[in-house]
Each structure stands twice: as structure tokens, then as C-alpha cells.
């Protein structure tokens, strides 16, 4: 394999597991109560707008956020397999297990998918340009004083809430398996069988990861958004909403071109997601190392070109 191998092959950190997709397999690795791993599988689909620039940054994130809920809540339910025994089930969820299908549970899954999405925006669209127009009541500020007060307000929250989820622990567990995620991929990138002691050695940063798309989101956000008017903070909300699919648009084809540019550009490009790392992956130890091997081989194609990013 080459020195410079860049593999498509990426992942989710899940509740006591990992979700790793391939070129056409996707693999679900979950470490149960009892020890052992849990695998389930599915198959890659391969979509007409993945072809089309901008589109398909836009439509893998809607799939992205639906599957991720879908198997983080897959994993929870691994994860505390037996454990429900200690507590009696209640009214609600005895009368949903006998009055829903999979239809329903998949209309579930959307709407908390979607509720994500509002949330986040709350956060980091609404929030940072409402404090803005409270804060320019007093301190005038020009155009460009405003751009650059608002991306600062939006990149302290981001660091802010970042920073918090780090502070829970089922949460900082998570995020251990992300380092696991990252490890691993490192190791099949540089050609080196995939054993725990190898994937130990490998770096828990990588440039091809979604701490880095939201980053680049922020950032080109600020400059995307420096464009619309301050007539007021709801229109200016509004505009924003507009604009968002472009502004989603625009971060996925920036680090779909940085993950396959050696030049000096794309790594400053992705820098601000390599930092941000340090909030969102940490260590992993051995035993989740092995969950993201289960999970990683069954996904790994026999040409790895196949695999090539």
C-alpha cells in the first residue's frame, strides 16, 4: 500500500461501540455488558447526488444525522443489554413495544434527528446574532466589526459546548472510541496490520473527520454570512436559514478537496479540526481499540484502491 494511502473507510463513535462504513459494507461493533462484541451489518447505497457538487454535502448530512441517531440508539441498546432487568419497564414504553412497528420507530428517529438539527442552529445561528444586536445597542460597530463579533460569539459557544460534553462521562467515553475510530483508520492507512499494539502507536488526529466539517462550517459561515444586511436580528436569522444548505454545501466540498490536496493551503485549511480534536477524541484503551478492529475488517474492501479516498 502506498506510503500516502488516503482511505474513504470512516466511522462514528457510538455508546460503547463504533460504526464503521466502507465502500460497500457498514459494520456496527458494540462491547455488551457481558463482555463480548456485538456486530451487526448493512450495505452501503450508493446515491445519484454524490456526483453532484454542493448537493451531495447537503443530502449526506440529512443521511448522515438520520443513520448516526439510528445507530447510536442501536448501541445503547447493546450497551445496557440486561441492565433494564434492575428497574421495572413502565407504562409508556410497554404500550410503545406493542403498538409500534419499525415505521414508526423510523419516524422517532427522524424527528430526533431533525430536533438535533434546530438545536444546533439555535445554538450557533440564532444565539450568536441575537447577542450581537443586543451588544451593538451600546457599542456601535460597523460591518465588519459585526462579522467578526458574531463568528467570535459563535466559535465560544461551539468551544463552550464542546468543552461541557467532555466534562460528562458517559459522553468523554464516547469520544475515547472516537479516538479508537481514528487510531484504527490511521493504522489501515499507513499499511500496517491492524493489532492492538500497532493502532496504539497512531495518532489520534485526522484531518478527514466531522469535528473538522463543523469547524469549517463555523469558519466559512463567517465569511459566507458577512454578505447579508442588519436590517434586524429576525431577518437576518431568516437569511441565514436561506442560505444554510449552501453554506453545508460549501464546507463538504472544502474538506473533500483538503482530504486530497497535499498543499500548503489545505493544511491550514485543516488545522482548526486537528486542535478541535483534542476536544472530542481522547485515548482509548485496549479494549475499545479491539470494538473499532470488529468493526473496521468486515468493512475493508479485498482491493484496497477501492477503499482509496
Not at 143 to 154: D, S, T
Not at 179 to 188: D, F, L, M, Q, V
Not at 230 to 256: A, D, H, I, N
Request: aromatic residues 12%; glycine residues 8%; hydrophobic residues 45%.
Amino acid at each position: 500500500m502506498p506510503k500516502e494511502f488516503r482511505t474513504s473507510v470512516g466511522g462514528q463513535a457510538l455508546m460503547e461501540g463504533i460504526m464503521m462504513r466502507g465502500p460497500e459494507k457498514i459494520c456496527c461493533a458494540v462491547r455488551k455488558p457481558d463482555g463480548t462484541i456485538d456486530l451487526t451489518y448493512d450495505t452501503v447505497t450508493t446515491r445519484w447526488y454524490n456526483k453532484v457538487p454542493l448537493l451531495r454535502g447537503v443530502c449526506n448530512m440529512a443521511e448522515n444525522l438520520y443513520k448516526g441517531y439510528k445507530y447510536l440508539m442501536h448501541a445503547a441498546d447493546i450497551a445496557m443489554e440486561g441492565t433494564e432487568d434492575a428497574e421495572p419497564e413502565s407504562k409508556l414504553d410497554k404500550w410503545l413495544d406493542e403498538h409500534t412497528g419499525p415505521a414508526f420507530q423510523n419516524v422517532l428517529m427522524g424527528c430526533a434527528a431533525f430536533a438535533g438539527v434546530v438545536l444546533a442552529l439555535f445554538l450557533f445561528t440564532f444565539l450568536p446574532t441575537f447577542l450581537t444586536g443586543q451588544l451593538i445597542r451600546f457599542v456601535p460597530l460597523g460591518r465588519w466589526g459585526r462579522v467578526i463579533l458574531e463568528g467570535a460569539l459563535k466559535m465560544a459557544i461551539f468551544l463552550l459546548y464542546m468543552y461541557l460534553c467532555t466534562r460528562m462521562k458517559d459522553l468523554h467515553r464516547v469520544f475515547e472510541y472516537h479516538g479508537a475510530e481514528h487510531k484504527t483508520i490511521a493504522c489501515y492507512e499507513a499499511g500496517l496490520p491492524l493489532t492492538v499494539e500497532n493502532i496504539r502507536k497512531q495518532s489520534r488526529f485526522h484531518p478527514r473527520c466531522g469535528t473538522s466539517f463543523m469547524i469549517l462550517v463555523i469558519i466559512i459561515s463567517i465569511f459566507l454570512y458577512a454578505v447579508l444586511p442588519w436590517t434586524s436580528t429576525g431577518l437576518r436569522v431568516v437569511y441565514k436559514l436561506c442560505m444554510f444548505p449552501l453554506l453545508v454545501g460549501v464546507s463538504y466540498e472544502f474538506l473533500k478537496w483538503a482530504g486530497r490536496s497535499d498543499s500548503a493551503l489545505s493544511h491550514i485549511v485543516s488545522q482548526p479540526g486537528l486542535w478541535m480534536q483534542r476536544l472530542t477524541t481522547f485515548e482509548p484503551d485496549d479494549s475499545m481499540i479491539e470494538v473499532a478492529i470488529a468493526a473496521v475488517t468486515p468493512v475493508l474492501p479485498e482491493n484496497q484502491e477501492e477503499a482509496r479516498w
